[in-house]
Structure formats: C-alpha cells, structure tokens
C-alpha cells in the first residue's frame, strides 16, 4: 500500500513549464519534512530511483520516468530574527519563487528584488543559484536545510557548504537533485538592513531612466526588472518554455580576444579569474537562430537564448533543436554551448 501523499502513473505535462509530454510512475507530493523521511526510512520506496522536483521549469523530460519523484511542495514564509545587520527570512521549498520576492518586497524586506520574475521555487533556486541583473541568490542565503534521503536525516547547509559559483552549487555539481540524494526542505535569506541598489546593468539603469527614477527604490528596481523579463522572456503558462536554455559559456581571455578581433561587436564580460563571458543569445542570433523554428521548437524572436514549444513538441523535437544550435554556434564561433536545464 502507497501512503496516501504518493500516487502512480501521473501525467508530468502539466509540471514542466516546456509543457513536454511524460509521465511518473510514482509521485510523492512533499508538504512536509516527515514525508521524505518516511520514504527514506521505507523498505521499498527508498530503493526506487528518485528525482526531486521543484517548478519543473528547468527540465527536459525526455520520456516517462520510472521510479518515485519528490514534487517539493512544502509551504511557509516568515521572518525568523533579526539583529542589528539583517532580517532573517525562512521559506519552505515549495513556494514560488517570484510570489516569496514579492512577499519580501512587501514586507520591507528588500534584497532580492533583482531576481523578481524568475521562474521556479524556493527550493530550487540555491541549487542553480539562480542570478539575474548583477544579484545571485546565493550571496542572499544564510544557510539551508536538505533531508538526505540515503539516511533520512536532516542537514544543515551555511552559504559557505553550499559552495556557490556561476549558476552553480555543491548541490548541482553532486547532481544531487537528479540523483534524489538530498532535498532541500527550507531556505534561510540573510537581507541586509543597509540596502544597496544594484543597478549596474545598463538595461536595468535605462529603464529606470524612462521612469525618470533618479533615485531607485526596491520597489522601482522590481518593476524596472520586471517590465524588461516581461518584454523579453515569454510566459511559460501562454508559450511552454525552460527560461535560458544555454549557459552563458565562460572562456579563456586568448579566445575572447580571437573571437572579438574576428566579431568586433561581440559582448564581453571579464571575471575576476582572468577568463571572460559570452552572451549565449547574442552567440545564437548571430548564428541565425533567433525566432526561427525547427519543427513545432524554436529559439525565440525576443531573445535567442530561450527555446519555445509551439505546440505539441516532444523531447525530440527539443533534442533536435538542441543539437542544430549547438552546432550552428559551434561552426561559427569554435565555441561549445552547454544546455542549462536537467535532462532526464
Ligand atoms: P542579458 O541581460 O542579455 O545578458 C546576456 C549576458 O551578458 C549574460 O551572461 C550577462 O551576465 C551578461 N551581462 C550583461 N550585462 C552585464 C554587465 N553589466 N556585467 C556583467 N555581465 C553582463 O541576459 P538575459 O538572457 O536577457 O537574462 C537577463 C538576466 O537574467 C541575466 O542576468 C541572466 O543571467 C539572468 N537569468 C538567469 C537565469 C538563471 O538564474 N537560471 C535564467 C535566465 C536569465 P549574467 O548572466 O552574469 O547576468
């Protein structure tokens, strides 16, 4: 007998925003910590092959999964303490990711207000370390809380463990999340009491300007964040999508330097460890994907990087898009792109 939060052969269309057609053959919909150790601690389900869910917006379903999928839906946000430097806010890993930044905003706690609109949960977001506009949600979190599902036990993670690089954690580079290893149950945010805006990106700064906001706010800064992800980044509920699908590729100064000489417009980002960063889309466009189709897929006419389901794609369709980027970029530029998403 199934405990009666774990159903079977459950439809995944609706639970991955690329909206591809898959289905489970068991799914656990996790609204508290004593679920998961339940499942860790069961002489059958804790052998089952396992993946932990969150939004379902950074994934390609490749066919229907076999074994027990841990949709993360625990609930909960509050402030937890304060000092004289921070606020501290807790939130469970099933809430959404853009309604907790709107909480916080409304709260008077800002500090996140640069990564309103992502899509996606709580729980999510430190695995990829989500950024967006010069902020990542890892220099926003204290610590969090994950059940390793191998023991059934509950750890604690500092910002520190979590090791936090570019779009990356401990978490990712484990492959944790696709392993089912650990699920992150909860989420603790540091946000400082001195804010600082962070308006450094030139669209976020110009669209400020339109609005004639000389001196922005947080409320401003979410609302000029938001107007530009609105204009740019399609919603997933009116034209299935995964958000970026390329990483940003990171490469030697020697070929940065190559490539600019050969593309003098080419977007260059130098990091701190002397490599430099490329903007996948402009890489795409330039290639001659953007807002065209292969099939019932393609890379978006506002912004290349995001591929789209026109209808009826299947994991195919997305891998075959997939590949003829990759390549086209590849040919072009001698450059490798790498999808974002988890392909299971
Ligand atoms: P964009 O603003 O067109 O930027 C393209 C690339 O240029 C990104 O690699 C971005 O770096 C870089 N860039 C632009 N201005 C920069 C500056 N002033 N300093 C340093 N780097 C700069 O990108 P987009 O695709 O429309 O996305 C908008 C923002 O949302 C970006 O920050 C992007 O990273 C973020 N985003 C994040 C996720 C995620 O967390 N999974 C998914 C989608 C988009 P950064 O990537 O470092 O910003």
Known sequence: MLPDFIASDVDLTPRNTLALPARAEFLANITHIEQLQHIARHPDLAKRRRFVLGGGSNLVLTGDFAGLMLAMAIPGKACIGEDAQAWYIAAGAGENWHAFVTWTLAQGWPGLENLILIPGSVGAAPVQNIGAYGLEVGERIDHLEAIDLDTGRLTRFT???????????????????????????RVVFRLPKRWQPRTGYGEVAAELAQHG???????????????????????????????????NPVVSAELAAALATAHPSLPRYPQADGRVKLAA?????????????????????????????????????VQRLTRAVREAVLARFGVNLVPEPVFL
């Not at 609105?230 to 970026?244: C, F, V, W, Y």
């Not at 292969?294 to 994991?315: C, D, F, H, I």
């Open 281 to 317: 889309g402009w890489l795409i466009e330039q290639a001659g994907w953007k807002g065209r189709n292969l099939g019932p897929v393609g890379m978006y006419e506002q912004q290349a990087l995001v591929l789209v389901n026109r209808g009826g794609a299947t994991s195919r369709d």
């Open 159 to 185: 910002a520190a463990d979590c090791g936090f690089g570019y779009r990356d954690s401990l978490f990712k580079r484990e492959g944790w999340h696709v392993q089912g290893r650990y699920a992150i149950a």
């Open 213 to 247: 906001s000389g001196d922005p706010n947080p409320t401003r800064i979410a609302a000029a964040i938001a107007a530009i992800r609105r204009r740019k980044l399609p919603d997933p509920a009116q034209l299935p999508n995964s958000g970026s699908f390329f990483q």
